[in-house]
């Protein structure tokens, strides 16, 4: 009603997991297709009721939420903590942290409970981030828009750094360039983003305490009233005047959408997914395909009108209307998209695929429920489509065949496994091999070769791919030490070796006590199988606080980790 205030208020989805506050549902974040994507990490357990089925994830997970069917996605879980941070670039390419290169991680979850193979084991993948931004409006210089982006980093150093983002064939990678702005341990930046002025917007959580349990809920440090919202601009440069987009036609909206500015195009989709779909398609039908003197290529374009489109799409059809612009008409998109030059927009024509999987392809699972309100595929639709899978997973292109490797999950039909297969026939690296990995253990390709003795013989490079993908080396928490040479200790005359190990995800020792002979040798070995660090300190009695409070104050060091948060002072 014009108030400011939400008018209304509904429960869509319930039974995400709530065991750990840190790793909850998080970072909601706006796809280009119009999708909501957000995800939950370590620690959580959900069980999700949909109208097609139950979903269900654990130890982190995706999710991928299309309002207009009511549909819930979960993909890319695997075990990781911290992941803080959706952002797309111009090409809808998914940035992170853990990973960096999130794209590579889209293919759909594994049959629970099992959980993809870990991401770090084959590309940098971190946490201690909370989200990054591109540079894309024309505040700020033109050496920096498009190929950098500002990433906020709240521990252990504080700070808001400056990354170049850097194209390779299958993969794109960051280059910290420098750092914008870094301050005391009060400040704790915990989200960015470009503003509708184009400078760059930073919140603040400005608390001195921060973590799990480290410190006591009555820490009298604990500031619950303040924070702060910083703006970053670039010296001597104009700030970008905000567009018209509340009120304003749907063909000014469409305008927008040749802009350089990524939050101009984000938050105009997102006002006209909100508005009557046969209005909004029939201003796209009406627009010219070519930008008009902008900055924005042709096939970018496109791009933008095939996403807004695709959306409109399935909000008609969710009425009852007719489709007012055929998935035919879509998939002929996509094939002008993949002539292109740019490897880009042909990856942009081999993600939109991931789209179709579930709305003319159908299912092969017959368990699982079709989506009522979409059609199954025509006689020309289905083998159009697939051959657009198969032309996408034999580009020269890696970054195309990464995203045709994902989107043949969603597909998720015979067809679509043997057009992931041709992968094999091109060169493969780490980014490769993980998208191809599990797309291939997706629940939805799983069990088409699983089990299946036809098919493995029919394949026998699927079988020695599944053992070459196997991880070449143990995650960074996980690491194994190497052997050590014989220790004279160990020989000596009654020897006592007392063995703690932590419990995963309880936080807990599995000894609670233990009892030695005085003057007698003792050997401790601690074993940590969990994903968060432990330490285990010996203490004089009575120490325990003097200790703990020190180990605390130690987040203020850069090298706390390295030192385990093991004091200078300790008794």
């Not at 205030?5 to 974040?29: C, I, M, N, Q, W």
């Not at 914008?180 to 983003?193: A, E, G, M, R």
């Not at 043997?418 to 993980?434: F, G, S, V, W």
């Not at 000894?511 to 005085?518: D, T």
Request: proline residues 7%.
């Amino acid at each position: 009603d014009g108030d400011g205030k939400a008018d209304h208020r509904e429960k869509l989805l319930t039974g995400f997991g709530t065991e750990d506050s840190h790793h909850a549902l998080h970072y909601f974040v706006w796809s280009p297709e119009g999708d909501l994507i957000f995800r939950e990490s370590i620690f959580h357990h959900s069980q999700v009721e949909t109208p097609y089925g139950p979903v269900r994830a654990r130890e982190s997970s995706f999710f991928r939420y299309t309002p207009a069917t009511g549909r819930l996605l979960a993909f890319g879980s695997y075990m990781s903590t911290n992941p803080w941070g959706i952002t797309f670039d111009d090409w809808g390419f998914h940035v992170g942290s853990h990973p960096v290169f999130a794209s590579a991680v889209h293919a759909l979850n594994a049959p629970y409970p099992q959980l993809h193979v870990p991401a770090g084991a084959y590309f940098p993948a971190y946490s201690g981030t909370c989200g990054q931004e591109f540079l894309t409006s024309s505040h700020w210089p033109q050496d920096l828009r498009k190929k950098h982006f500002m990433r906020v980093r709240y521990k252990p150093t504080n700070e808001v750094e400056l990354h170049e983002w850097v194209e390779h064939d299958t993969h794109f990678e960051e280059k910290k360039v420098g750092i914008v702005f870094q301050s005391t341990n009060l400040f704790i930046p915990v989200d960015i983003q470009q503003g509708p002025d184009g400078a760059m917007y930073v919140a603040d959580w400005y608390n001195p305490v921060k973590g799990h349990m480290q410190y006591s809920l009555r820490d009298t440090r604990r500031d619950k009233k303040s924070g702060r919202i910083w703006r970053i601009t670039a010296k001597d440069q104009p700030l970008e005047e905000a567009p018209k987009i509340a009120g304003a036609s749907n063909p000014e909206l469409l305008d927008l959408l040749k802009s350089e500015n990524y939050r101009t195009r984000y938050r105009a989709k997102v006002e006209m997914r909100g508005r009557d779909a046969k209005d909004v398609t029939n201003a796209i039908t009406n627009m010219k395909t070519g930008p008009n003197g902008t900055n924005m290529t042709s096939n970018r374009f496109t791009a933008e009108l095939m996403w807004l489109n695709e959306a409109v799409r399935l909000t008609s059809q969710q009425f009852g209307k007719p489709g007012l612009l055929s998935v035919l008409s879509t998939l002929q998109s996509l094939n002008q998209l993949q002539a292109d030059n740019d490897p880009k927009v042909r990856s942009v024509a081999a993600r939109q695929l991931r789209t179709f999987g579930l709305s003319i392809l159908g299912q092969t699972n017959p368990t699982q429920v079709v989506d009522p309100i979409i059609k199954g595929a025509s006689a020309e639709e289905k083998p159009f489509a697939i051959s657009l899978l198969d032309k996408s997973c034999n580009d020269p292109s890696g970054l195309v065949r990464l995203e045709a490797a994902i989107a043949a999950s969603y597909i998720g039909t015979p067809e679509a496994l043997e057009a992931a297969l041709d992968l094999l026939k091109h060169p493969m690296d780490p980014y490769l091999t993980y998208a191809l990995r599990t797309s291939l253990d997706s629940h939805t390709l799983q069990p088409l070769w699983k089990g299946n003795a036809d098919f493995m013989a029919k394949h026998p490079e699927l079988a020695k791919f599944l053992e070459d993908s196997e991880p070449k080396k143990p995650a960074q928490m996980a690491k194994k030490k190497q052997a050590e040479k014989p220790n004279p200790f160990d020989a000596q005359p009654g020897l006592q070796t007392v063995t703690i190990k932590t419990i995963p995800e309880r936080l807990l020792y599995d000894l609670r006590e233990f009892k030695v002979k005085a003057g007698a040798p003792v050997k401790l070995v601690f074993e940590n199988p969990d994903v968060t660090p432990h330490n285990l300190l010996i203490l004089q009695p009575g120490a325990a606080d003097e200790v703990g409070i020190a180990g605390t104050r130690m987040d203020k060091l850069r090298a706390a980790m390295e030192r385990g948060f093991f004091p200078d002072r300790w008794k």
